[in-house]
């Protein structure tokens, strides 16, 4: 029988703005530039993707029914908002000082090369980064103290982030398992573990790039700067490899996200942006 996710785990959107203004503060992550600048560099990956994973379930929306068509209803309002609110945080970047555009034209590329490879393959690159994106989320809600002495905007913004990815971290893969029915276990096996393969070394290769050229705007080489973000993805705080269980589950046959039920983890913070969802609107 084919796994999916919980009847119960319910996707709502939250429009929730953030006051992120402490990011026009060079060094907004507790006043450390390496931490800033990883965490600015996987805020400028969002919007436009974010989008992409929006269109890749959207392109087989018209095949749903039931629950899942109304998980990816949820996945894509809440997508929307995370690609509006970290547009937000991004603008607000020093694009004087930093190589900003230079980062957002390459992730344009890189997007768009995603997009040109046609709507199953561009479903498992988005069901490879969901994984990372929920990974993350997870080792953050472990580890609070990632975002200890930053802003309170800044840091709800990544807490709210990380309760929707929780959320929504099936979606895509169940899209995928829907449309891939057909396919034999192998070749469903097969396709998705090379692309994560794939995603894992593109993807934090192309984060610790883009971090290493906002360092050098700081006053870093570029070879010290590629050292120390690899030094904080990888080591300490480690950032990608801090929950190494989660990432690699996935290599297991017959894997599926919500087989870890990380929801308790993540609870009181579901509670808090609950709660500021539901309150009106300021007038």
Same mark, same amino acid.
């Given at each position: 029988?084919?796994?999916?996710?919980?009847? $119960?785990?319910?996707?709502?959107?939250?429009?929730?703005?953030?006051?992120? $203004?402490?990011?026009?503060?060079?060094?907004?992550?507790?006043?450390?530039?390496?931490?800033?600048?990883?965490?600015?560099?996987?805020?400028?990956?969002?919007?436009?993707?974010?989008?992409?994973?929006?269109?890749?379930?959207?392109?087989?929306?018209?095949?749903?029914?039931?629950?899942? &068509?109304?998980?990816?209803?949820?996945?894509?309002?809440?997508?929307?908002?995370?690609?509006?609110?970290?547009?937000?945080?991004?603008?607000?970047?020093?694009?004087?000082?930093?190589?900003?555009?230079?980062?957002? !034209?390459?992730?344009?590329?890189?997007?768009?090369?995603?997009?040109?490879?046609?709507?199953?393959?561009?479903?498992?690159?988005?069901?490879?980064?969901?994984?990372?994106?929920?990974?993350? !989320?997870?080792?953050?809600?472990?580890?609070?103290?990632?975002?200890?002495?930053?802003?309170?905007?800044?840091?709800?913004?990544?807490?709210?982030?990380?309760?929707?990815?929780?959320?929504? #971290?099936?979606? &895509?893969?169940?899209?995928?398992?829907?449309?891939?029915?057909?396919?034999?276990?192998?070749?469903?096996?097969?396709?998705?573990?090379?692309?994560?393969?794939?995603?894992?070394?593109?993807?934090?290769?192309?984060?610790?790039?883009?971090?290493?050229?906002?360092?050098?705007?700081?006053?870093?080489?570029? #070879?010290?700067?590629?050292?120390?973000?690899?030094?904080?993805?990888?080591?300490?705080?480690?950032?990608?490899?801090?929950?190494?269980?989660?990432?690699?589950?996935?290599?297991?046959?017959?894997?599926?996200?919500?087989?870890? $039920?990380?929801?308790?983890?993540?609870?009181?913070?579901?509670?808090?942006?609950?709660?500021? &969802?539901?309150?009106?609107?300021?007038?």
């Amino acid at each position: 029988m084919t796994k999916t996710t919980p009847a $119960d785990v319910n996707i709502p959107p939250r429009d929730i703005r953030f006051d992120v $203004d402490a990011a026009k503060s060079s060094h907004w992550l507790g006043g450390d530039p390496v931490g800033t600048a990883v965490f600015n560099a996987l805020s400028l990956t969002f919007p436009d993707g974010e989008r992409m994973f929006i269109d890749a379930v959207r392109q087989y929306r018209g095949e749903l029914g039931g629950k899942l &068509a109304d998980d990816v209803k949820g996945f894509i309002a809440q997508e929307a908002i995370h690609s509006r609110e970290h547009h937000q945080l991004n603008q607000l970047i020093d694009r004087n000082r930093y190589p900003v555009n230079e980062i957002e !034209a390459a992730i344009r590329e890189r997007v768009a090369f995603a997009r040109s490879r046609g709507p199953m393959r561009m479903l498992i690159s988005t069901i490879a980064l969901e994984h990372f994106t929920a990974m993350m !989320a997870d080792a953050h809600a472990r580890h609070e103290d990632l975002f200890d002495d930053v802003d309170p905007g800044i840091e709800r913004m990544w807490r709210w982030h990380a309760v929707e990815e929780t959320e929504h #971290k099936a979606v &895509a893969y169940d899209v995928f398992l829907h449309a891939t029915r057909h396919w034999s276990p192998w070749q469903r096996y097969f396709r998705r573990t090379l692309a994560m393969a794939l995603i894992t070394y593109f993807f934090t290769r192309n984060i610790s790039h883009y971090a290493a050229r906002l360092l050098e705007a700081d006053g870093y080489s570029y #070879k010290d700067a590629l050292k120390a973000v690899k030094a904080y993805v990888w080591r300490k705080p480690g950032l990608f490899s801090r929950n190494a269980k989660t990432y690699f589950a996935w290599y297991r046959p017959g894997f599926h996200p919500w087989d870890e $039920d990380n929801r308790a983890l993540v609870a009181e913070w579901k509670a808090e942006f609950d709660a500021a &969802a539901a309150a009106p609107a300021p007038a």
